[in-house]
């Protein structure tokens, strides 16, 4: 494609670091043509979103997690008791939270 074929102009403005860091990039390509590689990476350049709903679910089962493990603790401190619910509750957020855990790993793997 010839230059005479791309009549619309682009422009923005950039910080003297992050051209330094585009500058960088373009040496690890070994490339020097500004214009090629930043139309390249627009158009073909990987954006990461790692907006994870499973993240959100993993903190909200760790804080209630942690919540349930101080209740339990403070309990068993003072009344010298430990009850076999309370371990299956333990248990259960524990199972939830590697669940979550396999979840957002899937999700990671597939940003490749």
């Given at each position: 494609m010839a230059n005479l074929e791309r009549e619309v102009q682009l422009k923005f403005r950039v910080t003297p670091e992050e051209r330094a860091l585009i500058e960088q990039k373009m040496a690890q390509l070994g490339t020097s043509n500004m214009a090629a590689y930043l139309r390249k990476m627009a158009i073909d350049g990987l954006v990461i979103n790692l907006e994870?709903?499973?993240?959100?679910?993993?903190?909200?089962?760790?804080?209630?997690s942690s919540n349930n493990l101080n209740q339990l603790t403070r309990r068993v401190h003072e009344t010298g008791r430990f009850y076999d619910a309370d371990?299956?509750?333990?248990?259960?957020?524990?199972?939830?939270?590697?669940?979550?855990?396999?979840?957002?790993?899937?999700?990671?793997?597939?940003?490749q």
């Open positions: 994870l709903p499973e993240l959100r679910e993993m903190v909200s089962l760790l804080r209630r371990l299956d509750e333990l248990r259960q957020s524990y199972d939830g939270l590697w669940d979550a855990t396999q979840k957002i790993l899937s999700s990671l793997a597939k940003l």
